[in-house]
């Protein structure tokens, strides 16, 4: 039976994730309209838009990662409650913002061409990836800048703000696909290029948004965000956390993006089933995703105040809740393996083939709900350096060298990466949960000292 603090915490915890799985639901979102008004434009324009979206996803996250350093300092702070020093953490992100997008620009410059000649792709795919690219950059410059504000918002103002924004933009963004991609409302016909810059005019408006609610907002008017005061000791903090934290995200991004290469060989049905069960694996990503941010600000909060001793139970709460919920939507997918290939497919080989994807699928998640909330609860004590070098490890260092034995030695096909990826997150999973043992342990030990 739930014990009224027990309980309290589980609502507290709720409160938190469910506005930001609405939040990175709303994402998904905005990507699944790209590419289905693109695929309306035609097979060439979707073809551009895909290998435009392959090349800039782990770099999107990957910065996302960096940026987003912000929440557990932020959070840290309201426990220890100095919330004057939350306007340094702001400017140091808005800082880093520009700074990332300047990199982005200069190598979208000088690498571009080689990039495409190397991938030697059709001239009509190759000119809608180019520009498709080229006007997601541009448009990224704003939403680098939203990252640091959402942070500010999800843990000062609650996480309840980012969802309704981007709920809010979410038909903004249709709507503009369909002005730009089909030349509708007296807007030139871009095809897959308009799906880019109609997701860059949804950037600034997300960052509009967020300014002017962070400026009217009563809760942010004691921040003295826009005064002209800078740290360099925040941006090194910001950057010791953001640097691994943005790496780690990158090698498991990067990871399935490469592993596309050795799946293509099996053929185009094996390449269209993988990317099936890719695809729906982002949904379900979202779920530990979401518990992952929330455990976040709600450890930070905790650390901060130093209540080492909540800051545990709020993290073991966490990963059972997200286990569970985990374990109800594997068996949903699992007995409806079949209802979701044809979501995807109408091919008889395609629906044969995508359900034994979807088995390695849900197999994943269920280690990826333990392996991504740790994440999570290690970034709110601030802990970032070991999750990245277990991540590159599990990634790489299992997934990759043990998929292609599976493959070539073990005859195992194109399922041998799914299988090695599965044994991958398990070990990151395990490796990680031992990490979070040694903090609590390391943090209660530290108080312990200082009574």
Same mark, same amino acid.
Request: proline residues 3%; hydrophobic residues 55%.
């Given at each position: 039976?739930?014990?009224?603090?027990?309980?309290?915490?589980?609502?507290?915890?709720?409160?938190?994730?469910?506005?930001?799985?609405?939040?990175?639901?709303?994402?998904?979102?905005?990507?699944?309209?790209?590419?289905?008004?693109?695929?309306?434009?035609?097979?060439?324009?979707?073809?551009?838009?895909?290998?435009?979206?392959?090349?800039?996803?782990?770099?999107?996250?990957?910065?996302?990662?960096?940026?987003?350093?912000?929440?557990?300092?932020?959070?840290?702070?309201?426990?220890?409650?100095?919330?004057?020093?939350?306007?340094?953490?702001?400017?140091?992100?808005?800082?880093?913002?520009?700074?990332?997008?300047?990199?982005?620009?200069?190598?979208?410059?000088?690498?571009?061409?080689?990039?495409?000649?190397?991938?030697?792709?059709?001239?009509?795919?190759?000119?809608?990836?180019?520009?498709?690219?080229?006007?997601?950059?541009?448009?990224?410059?704003?939403?680098?800048?939203?990252?640091?504000?959402?942070?500010?918002?999800?843990?000062?103002?609650?996480?309840?703000?980012?969802?309704?924004?981007?709920?809010?933009?979410?038909?903004?963004?249709?709507?503009?696909?369909?002005?730009?991609?089909?030349?509708?409302?007296?807007?030139?016909?871009?095809?897959?290029?308009?799906?880019?810059?109609?997701?860059?005019?949804?950037?600034?408006?997300?960052?509009?948004?967020?300014?002017?609610?962070?400026?009217?907002?009563?809760?942010?008017?004691?921040?003295?965000?826009?005064?002209?005061?800078?740290?360099?000791? !925040? *941006?090194?903090?910001?950057?010791? +956390? $953001? &640097?691994?934290? =943005?790496?780690?995200?990158?090698? #498991? %991004?990067?990871?399935?993006?490469?592993?596309?290469?050795?799946?293509?060989?099996?053929?185009?049905?094996?390449?269209?089933?993988?990317?099936?069960?890719?695809?729906?694996?982002?949904?379900?990503?979202?779920?530990?995703?979401?518990? !992952? *941010?929330?455990?976040?600000?709600? +450890? $930070? &909060?905790?650390? =901060?105040?130093?209540?080492?001793? #909540? %800051?545990?139970?709020?993290?073991?709460?966490?990963?059972?809740?997200?286990?569970?919920?985990?374990?109800?939507?594997?068996?949903?997918?699992?007995?409806?393996?079949?209802?979701?290939?044809?979501?995807?497919?109408?091919?008889?080989?395609? *629906?044969?083939?995508?359900?034994?994807?979807?088995?390695?699928?849900?197999?994943?998640?269920?280690?990826? %709900?333990?392996?991504?909330?740790?994440?999570?609860?290690?970034?709110?004590?601030?802990?970032?350096?070991?999750?990245?070098?277990?991540?590159?490890?599990?990634?790489?260092?299992?997934?990759?060298?043990?998929?292609?034995?599976?493959?070539?030695?073990?005859?195992?096909?194109?399922?041998?990466?799914?299988?090695?990826?599965?044994?991958?997150?398990? %070990?990151?999973?395990?490796?990680?949960?031992?990490?979070?043992?040694?903090?609590?342990?390391?943090?209660?030990?530290?108080?312990?000292?200082?009574?």
């Amino acid at each position: 039976m739930l014990t009224k603090r027990t309980w309290y915490r589980f609502r507290r915890l709720i409160t938190v994730m469910l506005p930001v799985l609405a939040t990175q639901l709303s994402i998904i979102g905005m990507n699944f309209f790209d590419a289905t008004m693109s695929g309306h434009a035609g097979a060439e324009q979707l073809a551009g838009t895909s290998i435009g979206g392959s090349l800039m996803m782990p770099i999107i996250a990957s910065a996302t990662g960096i940026l987003m350093a912000a929440t557990p300092i932020i959070a840290q702070l309201i426990g220890k409650n100095q919330k004057e020093n939350i306007d340094l953490v702001i400017r140091s992100g808005l800082v880093l913002a520009c700074i990332i997008e300047i990199i982005l620009l200069l190598s979208y410059y000088f690498f571009i061409d080689e990039l495409l000649i190397f991938l030697n792709l059709e001239p009509t795919v190759s000119y809608v990836a180019r520009y498709y690219i080229l006007a997601l950059i541009l448009g990224l410059s704003g939403g680098l800048l939203t990252f640091p504000l959402r942070s500010l918002t999800d843990t000062v103002a609650g996480t309840a703000v980012s969802m309704k924004i981007y709920l809010a933009a979410l038909p903004i963004n249709a709507f503009l696909n369909y002005c730009f991609i089909f030349g509708s409302f007296g807007m030139p016909k871009l095809g897959g290029i308009g799906a880019g810059i109609a997701t860059a005019i949804t950037y600034y408006v997300l960052l509009s948004i967020f300014i002017y609610i962070i400026i009217r907002n009563e809760q942010f008017t004691n921040l003295h965000l826009f005064r002209f005061k800078f740290s360099f000791a !925040s *941006l090194k903090e910001y950057l010791s +956390i $953001g &640097i691994p934290n =943005g790496l780690g995200i990158f090698m #498991e %991004a990067s990871l399935f993006g490469f592993i596309i290469i050795f799946i293509s060989k099996f053929g185009t049905n094996y390449i269209a089933a993988h990317q099936a069960a890719m695809s729906f694996s982002s949904v379900l990503y979202m779920l530990p995703l979401s518990y !992952s *941010l929330a455990l976040t600000i709600i +450890i $930070g &909060i905790e650390v =901060g105040a130093k209540r080492y001793r #909540e %800051a545990k139970n709020y993290a073991r709460l966490g990963l059972c809740v997200a286990f569970a919920t985990a374990l109800i939507v594997i068996a949903l997918v699992l007995f409806n393996r079949d209802l979701v290939a044809r979501m995807y497919a109408t091919e008889p080989i395609l *629906l044969e083939y995508i359900p034994h994807f979807l088995f390695y699928t849900v197999a994943w998640q269920l280690f990826d %709900a333990i392996a991504c909330p740790i994440q999570g609860i290690l970034r709110g004590y601030k802990d970032v350096k070991a999750a990245f070098y277990i991540s590159m490890m599990a990634y790489w260092g299992i997934c990759m060298p043990v998929g292609i034995l599976l493959d070539y030695y073990g005859h195992q096909g194109a399922f041998a990466y799914w299988q090695s990826m599965v044994l991958g997150i398990f %070990a990151s999973a395990f490796l990680l949960f031992i990490r979070l043992r040694y903090i609590e342990n390391k943090m209660y030990k530290k108080k312990e000292k200082s009574l």
